[in-house]
């Protein structure tokens, strides 16, 4: 849980310093903050780096631990070890390139999330027909998770999604007053990261 939180958080970091070091003129209608949403941040770094905050690090963290312990958690999964048969980064190099030839033609950059995340999915699927159901599994079970606590949230502050969030940057479509990007992030992230520990350490 650890390992694959750290691994995340990582890969998003040094993910967002090479956009900021590619694009340093990028529009704000394509940033995450405030192209995506506007929330308050601690010292408003969010606003300052254009996505980045103490938050997020912490989200990444824990969000990225939690959906991998999701499925072990749910279905008693135990783990095994056996030889390497796949160049374990694989997954991860396509879905950055899959994220760069959106995020060029996309209006925002919450798009390259989702498309990272589905096509890390897809490559694991291929290379290890083994983990598609622990993908398929955690990816909706961190999906209905996700929903659960968003529809717990938006009960307490119902004014949430209008106060801070750029609908007019996305594509429009609510579900449940939530825009639709934000569960397909949910569900690319949970079929990818879900697995990522068994993918990249090789374990059944």
Known sequence: MIWSGLYYLAILSVGFILIKLIFPDLPAEKTIV?????PDTLFNLGRITGGYAIEDAVYMFFTGGIVAAVYETLFRKKL???????KPHYAIIIGTVAAGVVGYLSPNLIYPLIAFGFATAFVIWMQRHDLIQHSLYGGISYLLIYFLCAFIFLKVYPNYIADYYSVRNLSGMLLFTIPIEEFLFTLAFGFSWSPIYEYVKDIK
Do not use: D, I
Request: hydrophobic share 15%.
């Open 34 to 38: 405030p192209g995506y949403w506007n």
């Open 80 to 86: 095994g070890h056996r030889h390497l048969k796949h």
